[in-house]
């Protein structure tokens, strides 16, 4: 003869809660928030090793502007400087805030979705800068921003499909 151990209660489920399952468009959405992550650490190891040809474009745009001598080396040599700290601090934390957004989003939090809009704006304006700043970035620099703001569009679109409002809203009934 076996005896089973009590179970303790189950607690009751709230009516109309569905636990929330991610669906393909979250899942797409993370992934593309784990692609601009990798194209992040990637920017950053590329930009820590085209320093000597950035710092050149830059200095010839400064003599191409009518800088003096004297003041294109202070400010070449200010911006050389800055250059490895500046690139690792802002590659950092663009690889965080992509793994953040992604974890977040993919627990079907509202906020995640809203942060993550108001991140792509914010890394459209920057995406437009680059085209438009002295000294222009690299050639493969310039390629992979492209496809970090293409990852975030891919992101931000599968976020906003039918199915993953559907989801967001489940989850915030949990």
């Given amino acids: ?5 009590p179970q303790p209660p189950v607690p009751p489920r709230q009516p109309g809660a569905v636990a929330a399952v991610a669906p393909p468009s979250i899942k797409n959405a993370v992934w593309a928030m784990y692609a601009g ?8 190891i590329i930009g820590l090793t085209t320093k000597t040809q950035v ?8 003599i191409e502007d009518g800088e003096s001598v004297a003041r294109v080396n ?4 200010n911006a050389s400087t800055a250059w490895a ?3 690792i601090a802002s590659g ?3 690889l965080l805030l992509w793994i953040w957004m992604a974890m977040a989003n993919g627990k ?3 906020w995640a979705r809203i942060v993550a809009t108001v991140l792509f704006a914010i890394n459209t304006i920057g995406t437009i800068y ?5 000294p222009r970035p690299h050639g493969i620099s310039m390629v992979i921003n492209v496809l970090m703001w293409l990852a975030g569009l891919a992101a931000i679109y599968f976020l906003y499909t039918k199915e993953s409002s559907a989801f967001f809203d489940r989850a915030s009934v949990r």
């Fill in 85 to 87: 700290p500046t690139a």
């Fill in 55 to 62: 710092m050149d474009a830059y200095r010839r745009a400064l």
């Fill in 108 to 110: 079907g939090k509202k």
């Fill in 74 to 77: 202070e400010l070449v040599d």
């Fill in 92 to 94: 950092l934390i663009g």
């Fill in 37 to 44: 992550a990798a194209l992040s650490a990637l920017s950053t």
């Fill in 130 to 134: 680059t085209f438009f700043s002295v």
């Fill in 1 to 5: 003869m076996t005896y089973s151990q």
